[in-house]
T-cell receptor, first 114, second 109 residues
């Protein structure tokens, strides 16, 4: 059964460093999402992406964040200058339809900022 | 924006008993309510969803109910089994997926 995959599973970085979190969505999906979950808190929407552009973003998704689909298979989240409060689990999701259709989640990348 | 509240935060049930998780939402414009199950080391997985034009939906041992007037929706799991042990999230959609805080369900054998 096709799955969303994410790499790495755990990323440790120093404050101020750039990180890139990688996702491979399910191959025929057209809609892509990033979420994050700070330990002990809710899963929060960051951004949605369709047709090679951002369709929605939350207030969390500020200028430090960017997303890219550099080729036909990868979907990346870049954090330019990490802060301590960026430490969280980051989930990628993809869907064949839009918002009112199932989103398939990857296993997540745990980001630790020291 | 949408605010989803979920209760209880933890739930322990005897195998074979029922489990009920309740959620409320704030935005009356929300019209799609999925439920996700998250097992250890995995991402959330959709288990059932309900749209605002329906009051109840059932899929084998899982059922969801929706009261749009009261802005309540609930997940019911009957005849619980050990493999039902997981974290369950409710969610609501306005322009984005807004999650509840999650309920950790433990099914005791």
């Amino acid at each position: 059964e096709p799955e969303v995959t994410q790499t790495p599973s755990h990323q440790v970085t120093q404050m101020g460093q750039e990180v890139i979190l990688r996702c491979v969505p399910i191959s025929n999906h057209l809609y892509f999402y990033w979420y994050r979950q700070i330990l002990g808190q809710k899963v929060e929407f960051l951004v949605s992406f369709y047709n090679n552009e951002i369709s929605e973003k939350s207030e969390i998704f500020d200028d430090q964040f960017s997303v890219e689909r550099p080729d036909g298979s990868n979907f990346t989240l870049k954090i330019r200058s990490t802060k301590l409060e960026d430490s969280a689990m980051y989930f990628c999701a993809s869907g064949i339809g839009g918002l009112y259709n199932e989103q398939f989640f990857g296993p997540g990348t745990r980001l630790t900022v020291l | 924006g949408e605010n989803v509240e979920q209760h209880p935060s933890t739930l322990s049930v005897q195998e074979g008993d029922s489990a009920v998780i309740k959620c409320t939402y704030s935005d009356s414009a929300s019209n799609y309510f999925p439920w996700y199950k998250q097992e250890l080391g995995k991402g959330p997985q959709l288990i059932i969803d309900i749209r605002s034009n329906v009051g109840e939906k059932k899929d084998q041992r899982i059922a969801v109910t929706l009261n749009k007037t009261a802005k309540h929706f609930s997940l019911h799991i009957t005849e619980t089994q050990p493999e039902d042990s997981a974290v369950y999230f409710c969610a609501a959609i306005d322009y984005k997926l807004s999650f509840g805080a999650g309920t950790t369900v433990t099914v005791r054998a």
